[in-house]
């Protein structure tokens, strides 16, 4: 059972572009909604996060848009490049006594070409 | 620079034997995790530990168990290896009350 759904599980664009992640959920108890970037041979690190009373978010680049009662939020890279190529995962967490256990995604390995 | 390290980075084992996977942290978290990896699946928690000899399962525990007798590391033991259990290993730590993970380089284990 997929908790956090995420799609396309891969994408190409072109420098510039503006690659776009999306992610749906189910259990209305998750309360945070990170994104990770994991490039090859390294761990997940966290991007950017969302609670669900806010609807957008933007760190630089990266912008979260968030529909709670679509149950649905997105990852937004403007003007991509190169360097963005990495696979993204999204997340959705809820706390479990002291520790906020995070659902992940399967993943979308994004590819940036010149 | 604070950080998790996993003891192994590749990990080639035969089926049937004990393994061992080490993972140490330097920010005093409360919480550590125990993920593996998959191509299509992305990430599945297999067990947290949210204090010192305290553990839970997560979504994936069977074949697995953890031990936690320091708060610092984080042993992730595979009882018997199977050619299933072939996959990405990743540890992850967090601050009580704090969303946020940090994440080892992985530990990538080979079943043969």
């Known amino acids: 059972q997929q908790q956090v759904k995420q799609s396309p599980q891969s994408l190409i664009v072109q420098k510039g572009g503006i690659p776009i992640i999306n992610c749906a959920y189910e259990n209305t108890a998750f309360d945070y909604f990170p994104w990770y970037q994991q490039f090859p041979g390294k761990g997940p690190a966290l991007l950017i996060a969302?609670?669900?009373?806010?609807s957008e978010k933007k760190e630089g680049r990266f912008t979260i848009s968030f529909n709670k009662s679509a149950k649905q939020f997105s990852l937004h890279i403007m003007d991509s490049q190169p360097g963005d190529s990495a696979t993204y995962f999204c997340a959705a967490s809820k706390q479990t006594g002291t520790a906020s256990k995070l659902t992940f995604g399967t993943g979308t390995r994004l590819q940036v070409t010149l | 620079d604070v950080k998790v390290t996993q003891s192994s980075r590749y990990l080639v084992k035969r089926t049937g034997e004990k393994v061992f996977l080490e993972c140490v942290q330097d920010m005093d978290h409360e919480n550590m995790f125990w993920y593996r990896q998959d191509p299509g699946l992305g990430l599945r928690l297999i067990y947290f530990s949210y204090d010192v000899k305290m553990k839970e399962k997560g979504d994936i525990p069977e074949g697995y168990s953890v031990s936690r007798e320091k708060k610092e590391r984080f042993s992730l033991i595979l009882e018997s290896a199977s050619t299933n259990q072939t996959s990405m290993y990743l540890c992850?730590?967090?601050?009580?009350?704090?969303?946020?993970?940090?994440f080892g380089s992985g530990t990538r284990l080979t079943v043969v």
């Open positions: 992850a730590s967090s601050q009580a009350g704090l969303y946020g993970y940090t």
């Open positions: 969302i609670r669900p009373d806010v």
